[in-house]
């Protein structure tokens, strides 16, 4: 199995578990105290229309996927006050991503197997130019989140108490729901659209039942989503399996038995 690490492909692809891994534990944490799921699914599914639309013009998908992800983080932002409207908006983005996507995908000359790699994920296809745009939106989700750690709190957990304390609510919101669209966009080779919402949820959801504070539970997310990456990885590669299905059902694994502890503590 050594042999394998020498593999530029491999390298690449453990490269971007590192990069993917602090994101994720870090926005999902945030995605599951907040309890952000479903917005999170919704963004996912429409960057699947910026895919299909620059694998069409040949362009790359990473930056499509990208486009679409920000426009619907932005629109969910505009339109989250009005609960009938910010329901339909989710469903609205979902399906409409989506259905764009396949259509170009089916207009798309050729049969396009890249494409359905980000449906279901395909790490090992990550290129260096993808590493280093993941790269620099790793370094743009870290920042910001250190950088407005308070006002992100604040705004996760009680929104109206932060709204009496003059913190800029629908701007925080906006910055964080836009770090969640860029966090999408660095796992969706990784792991896939399909299986993207259980990789940013369930590292999270096992950490909260053991950490007490936010910070040891961003750690701790970070810590299971790396090692359940890597050996996600690892584990498709001596068992031919691909490697996002059994990356999140590792993530799943973790939090069965976090649950099972749990219930005999």
């Not at 050594?2 to 945030?30: C, D, K, P, R």
């Not at 590292?203 to 910070?215: E, H, L, Q, V, Y």
Request: net charge neutral; proline share 2%.
């Amino acid at each position: 199995m050594i042999e394998i690490l020498s593999y530029q492909f491999f390298q690449n692809a453990l490269l971007m578990t590192i990069l993917a891994s602090v994101a994720s534990g870090i926005i999902g944490t945030y995605i599951v105290v907040k309890r952000m799921s479903m917005i999170t699914g919704s963004i996912s599914h429409t960057a699947f229309g910026g895919l299909g639309i620059s694998y069409f013009v040949g362009a790359n998908p990473i930056l499509g996927a990208l486009i679409f992800s920000l426009m619907a983080s932005l629109g969910i932002s505009l339109i989250r006050k009005n609960g009938e409207r910010f329901d339909v908006m989710l469903s609205f983005s979902w399906a409409t991503g989506m259905a764009i996507g396949l259509i170009f995908m089916f207009m798309t000359p050729g049969y396009a197997t890249d494409l359905f790699s980000y449906l279901f994920g395909n790490i090992i296809l990550v290129s260096t130019s993808d590493l280093i745009l993941i790269a620099v939106l790793d370094v743009v989700v870290v920042l910001t989140t250190v950088l407005m750690f308070n006002s992100i709190m604040s705004v996760t957990f009680d929104e109206e108490y932060a709204q009496i304390r003059n913190v800029p609510v629908s701007m925080v919101y906006t910055v964080l729901i836009s770090l969640i669209a860029l966090t999408i966009v660095m796992l969706i080779q990784a792991v896939g659209i399909v299986l993207l919402i259980a990789i940013l949820t369930m590292p999270a959801a096992t950490s909260r039942i053991f950490c007490r504070t936010i910070k040891k539970m961003m750690i701790s997310a970070t810590m299971i989503t790396l090692f359940a990456m890597t050996s996600g990885l690892f584990l498709s590669y001596l068992t031919n399996l691909p490697a996002g299905p059994v990356i999140v059902l590792i993530t799943s694994l973790f939090y069965i038995i976090g649950l099972t502890l749990d219930k005999i503590r």
